[in-house]
């Protein structure tokens, strides 16, 4: 690299994305998108903070291993 080149390299351990939605009608690439997490326990709080007081199903993502865990809350 020239001296006037910059490489800037971002490591983020933030590998859980999360999706919730109200209504099973809606397909999961339609709901709403909650953020990244290292934890599951992190997700879930999201996204419960997303929809207060509100029956949610989450989607949870491992963008690294292609798990996906999926519940209820409410």
Excluded at 27 to 56: D, L, M, V
Aim: hydrophobic share 30%; charged share 40%; glycine share 6%.
């Amino acid at each position: 690299m020239g001296k006037d080149k910059v490489m800037i390299i971002i490591e983020d351990d933030r590998c859980l994305v999360t999706y919730a939605r109200v209504n099973r009608r809606v397909r999961w690439r339609y709901a709403e998108y909650c953020g990244r997490w290292k934890t599951r326990e992190e997700a879930i709080k999201n996204a419960k903070e997303h929809f207060p007081g509100q029956r949610i199903e989450y989607r949870i993502e491992n963008m690294e291993t292609d798990e996906v865990t999926t519940g209820f809350i409410g």
